[in-house]
């Protein structure tokens, strides 16, 4: 019998229901980048429409499980660069933009 607290769901299945998850809020969002389908890293950059943008991603919480992190914020220029810089490095990455001009993102309404 598998262990279910290792069950990990696949990249390319977290992208659709989260997708699916904004679409019913009414909120858009755009895969810019889809990466390795089975475990490729996602970046989450949330534009406010107003020049202005944060970026997250996945990242080990303490206790093993995977957790929502501010990589950085700023002008959308500067975030553009830090994901170029990722792209450059990490062939199976996902990019996926949010544009909300209150900056929800609700990323941690579907599980990881």
Same mark, same amino acid.
């Given at each position: 019998?598998?262990? =279910? ?5 696949? +990249?390319?299945?977290?992208?659709? /229901?989260?997708? !699916? *998850?904004?679409? !019913? ?6 895969? *810019?980048? /889809? ?9 989450? !950059?949330? +534009?406010?429409?107003?020049?202005? /943008? ?11 499980? *995977? ?9 959308? =220029?500067? &975030?553009?660069?830090? &994901?170029?810089?990722? *792209?450059?490095?990490? $062939?199976?990455?996902?990019?996926? =933009? ?12 579907? $599980?990881?």
């Amino acid at each position: 019998m598998q262990d =279910e607290t290792n069950v990990r769901i696949t +990249s390319e299945i977290w992208v659709a /229901a989260y997708r !699916k *998850n904004l679409d !019913k809020k009414g909120i858009p969002i755009f895969v *810019n980048r /889809a990466g390795n389908k089975i475990a490729g890293a996602i970046l989450v !950059k949330v +534009s406010k429409m107003d020049g202005m /943008a944060t970026l997250y991603h996945r990242v080990l919480d303490k206790g093993g499980g *995977n957790c929502w992190m501010k990589f950085d914020d700023g002008p959308e =220029e500067k &975030i553009n660069l830090i &994901i170029e810089k990722q *792209n450059a490095f990490d $062939p199976d990455l996902w990019v996926l =933009e949010v544009e909300d001009p209150k900056g929800r993102h609700y990323l941690d309404a579907v $599980p990881l």
